[in-house]
């Protein structure tokens, strides 16, 4: 395992003033959004939009790097340049989604555990195509396990099931260079109060990191985590404040995980964009203690301005599509250094 490389890339993808753009959608997902805003979706499609995403004006400043799907990784920009080569020229690492979905979790009905170690139907086997993504320009992956909260959820065997598969994803990642971003996103989905999400993120976070270090021994200077904050169920009537948020997702973090860790960059998961911006920005803020860097790897929370502009042809199409992505960026950017605030938006 090549340990310098590993974390100098984890440093650069949370260098100050910086973040991740998810642009890895899978073609099911991203057809949904294109189809929600009114396009149709192909291949063409779905490189058109992320390709002009790609070439925005200076998001360089505010993104270190942008997680890939399979077939974007494959696809090029307008001129022939390969998407990965293109992004690298930019000063822009090109990072990759490795799991392959989800599948049911025998005998507990409503639980998820994620796939994608093993080979199967049309894809390789995860050490097959972390050699090939890394040989095609790819530096980090993601792997995202989905925790749902209600009755008797999350049970224990979704928790070990998950945590076991993060971990021995994180380690396959780290022996082919690449740096594993490990994603257990607790969902918002529910009536769940704050603390049920506050118990279930944490006995994940517990899990994920004992399964890293006494089972596969992954190097956590070497990785970064992408958490959930903790909110309250979408569904429930007691929402926290922001600033509650901010404070009970910094205590999460630091009661629940190890400090060697290469950085945190939060997923959005269905905040509305200026709550995923001020929820950072408090953060960095905060007078309270954290020895990471603090950042975002926002998928619809950088996206969904960017998408809606990009299918109004009529209002600029493709040039208000980076604009619009262009200030989503800034705006987290700031929340970066806790210097964003409600006028600039
Ligand atoms: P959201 O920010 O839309 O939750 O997406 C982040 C992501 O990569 C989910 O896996």
């Given at each position: 395992?090549?340990?310098e490389l590993l974390e100098a890339t984890a440093a650069a993808l949370v260098a100050p003033g910086k973040g991740i753009l998810a642009a890895d959608e899978s073609n099911?997902?991203?057809?949904?959004?294109?189809?929600?805003?009114?396009?149709?979706?192909?291949?063409?499609?779905?490189?058109?939009?992320?390709?002009?995403?790609?070439?925005?004006?200076?998001?360089?400043?505010?993104?270190?790097?942008?997680?890939?799907?399979?077939?974007?990784?494959?696809?090029?920009?307008?001129?022939?340049?390969?998407?990965?080569?293109?992004?690298?020229?930019?000063?822009?690492?090109?990072?990759?989604?490795?799991?392959?979905?989800?599948?049911?979790?025998?005998?507990?009905?409503?639980?998820?555990?994620?796939?994608?170690i093993e080979a199967e139907d049309d894809w390789n086997d995860l050490p097959t195509r972390c050699k090939e993504y890394f040989e095609m320009g790819a530096r980090f992956?993601?792997?995202?396990?989905?925790?749902?909260?209600?009755?008797?959820?999350?049970?224990?065997?979704?928790?070990?099931?998950?945590?076991?598969?993060?971990?021995?994803?994180?380690?396959?990642?780290?022996?082919?260079?690449?740096?594993?971003?490990?994603?257990?996103?607790?969902?918002?989905?529910?009536?769940h109060t704050a603390q049920d999400c506050l118990q279930a993120t944490s006995r994940i976070l517990v899990q994920t990191w004992e399964y890293c270090m006494n089972h596969?021994?992954?190097?956590?200077?070497?990785?970064?985590?992408?958490?959930?904050?903790?909110?309250?169920?979408?569904?429930?009537?007691?929402?926290?404040?922001?600033?509650?948020?901010?404070?009970?997702?910094?205590?999460?973090?630091?009661?629940?995980?190890?400090?060697?860790?290469?950085?945190?960059?939060?997923?959005?998961?269905?905040?509305?964009?200026?709550?995923?911006?001020?929820?950072?920005?408090?953060?960095?803020?905060?007078?309270?203690?954290?020895?990471?860097?603090?950042?975002?790897?926002?998928?619809?929370?950088?996206?969904?301005?960017?998408?809606?502009?990009?299918?109004?042809?009529?209002?600029?199409?493709?040039?208000?599509?980076?604009?619009?992505?262009?200030?989503?960026?800034?705006?987290?950017?700031?929340?970066?250094?806790?210097?964003?605030?409600?006028?600039?938006?």
């Amino acid at each position: 395992m090549d340990k310098e490389l590993l974390e100098a890339t984890a440093a650069a993808l949370v260098a100050p003033g910086k973040g991740i753009l998810a642009a890895d959608e899978s073609n099911g997902t991203m057809t949904k959004r294109l189809e929600g805003v009114g396009v149709e979706s192909s291949e063409e499609a779905r490189r058109a939009y992320r390709a002009n995403l790609f070439a925005t004006p200076d998001c360089e400043s505010a993104v270190s790097g942008v997680i890939l799907y399979d077939e974007t990784i494959r696809q090029s920009m307008g001129d022939g340049t390969s998407i990965p080569d293109y992004l690298n020229s930019r000063g822009i690492l090109p990072g990759i989604k490795v799991d392959t979905g989800t599948i049911d979790l025998d005998g507990h009905p409503g639980e998820k555990v994620t796939k994608g170690i093993e080979a199967e139907d049309d894809w390789n086997d995860l050490p097959t195509r972390c050699k090939e993504y890394f040989e095609m320009g790819a530096r980090f992956a993601k792997w995202r396990a989905v925790i749902a909260i209600g009755d008797g959820m999350p049970s224990d065997a979704c928790i070990r099931a998950n945590a076991d598969a993060l971990a021995h994803y994180a380690r396959i990642c780290q022996d082919a260079g690449l740096v594993p971003i490990i994603e257990p996103e607790v969902l918002m989905k529910g009536a769940h109060t704050a603390q049920d999400c506050l118990q279930a993120t944490s006995r994940i976070l517990v899990q994920t990191w004992e399964y890293c270090m006494n089972h596969y021994g992954v190097h956590l200077p070497g990785a970064l985590l992408k958490p959930n904050m903790i909110l309250a169920g979408e569904d429930c009537p007691e929402q926290l404040s922001r600033e509650e948020v901010a404070r009970m997702t910094v205590e999460c973090l630091t009661s629940h995980s190890p400090t060697e860790l290469g950085g945190v960059v939060f997923l959005s998961g269905g905040q509305s964009d200026e709550d995923a911006t001020a929820h950072l920005n408090l953060m960095n803020e905060m007078d309270v203690g954290h020895p990471w860097e603090l950042s975002y790897s926002y998928g619809r929370a950088l996206q969904a301005a960017a998408l809606k502009a990009w299918a109004d042809e009529e209002e600029g199409g493709a040039e208000a599509s980076q604009v619009a992505f262009a200030h989503r960026a800034k705006m987290n950017s700031l929340a970066r250094s806790g210097d964003w605030n409600l006028s600039l938006e």
